[in-house]
């Protein structure tokens, strides 16, 4: 059963405006959260992570934002650009910390 | 760079024989993981290993089983693959430091058709 989810499988968003990528989780023990992206046959890129301690996390152009009472999380990309086209995965792990439950992807598609 | 490597990257095999993927560290991570990569599915953990000798099953280990002799190396080996195994794999590390809860590091993934 997948605890993590990415119910947009792809996005398409203007060069220069804001993408907005989103991800709920279903197990409440989850406590760390990341996001990476990927371009084709290459492997998944770290990109950001927030922990359960915080709400919201910046860097550079990505931000991530954590509401837990809704189980979600989100990455806002300000401004897109078109190297930001890649397909984007949500992670998440427990207190374990070792295993890293991923969403489906999510397909970004930034045009000029 | 975080210094991962896999080998092969590409490899087609037939049903029933054997199958060993490499991951191969130069940065001395602690944890090394391998996940296979399907359409619709996203990444799931195979197995993982917390260090020398120290492993354990993810989920979605039936058919995989892994070894770590030494630090640098983490193998995955199907012993008798199946079409079900074609997919992409990803090895990654993690643990440079004392902290568990840091981010993994992806190596470039191996292709592996099963015909």
């Known amino acids: 059963d997948q605890q993590v989810k990415q119910n947009s499988p792809s996005l398409s968003v203007q060069e220069g405006r804001i993408s907005i990528l989103n991800c709920d989780y279903t197990?409440?023990?989850?406590?760390?959260f990341l996001w990476y992206k990927k371009y084709p046959a290459e492997g998944p890129t770290f990109l950001i992570s927030?922990?359960?301690?915080?709400d919201k996390n910046e860097d550079g152009r990505f931000t991530v934002f954590l509401n837990k009472s809704a189980k979600h999380l989100s990455l806002h990309i300000v401004p897109s650009q078109p190297g930001d086209s890649a397909v984007y995965f949500c992670?998440?792990?427990?207190?374990?910390?070792?295993?890293?439950?991923f969403g489906k992807g999510t397909s970004l598609l930034v045009t000029p | 760079d975080a210094g991962i490597t896999q080998s092969p990257r590409h490899k087609v095999t037939e049903t029933g024989t054997p199958v060993t993927l490499r991951c191969h560290q130069t940065e001395n991570h602690r944890y090394m993981y391998w996940y296979r990569q399907d359409p619709g599915h996203g990444l799931r953990l195979i197995h993982y290993s917390y260090g020398v000798k120290d492993t354990d099953k993810g989920e979605v280990s039936d058919g995989y089983s892994v070894s770590r002799s030494k630090t640098e190396d983490f193998l995955l080996t199907l012993e008798s693959a199946t079409s079900s195994q074609t997919s992409v794999y990803f090895c990654a590390i993690s643990g440079l430091g004392l902290a568990v809860l840091d981010e993994q590091f992806f190596g470039p993934g191996t292709r592996l058709t099963v015909l």
């Open positions: 197990n409440s023990m989850f406590d760390y």
């Open positions: 992670a998440a792990s427990a207190n374990s910390g070792y295993a890293l439950n």
């Open positions: 927030i922990s359960s301690i915080k």
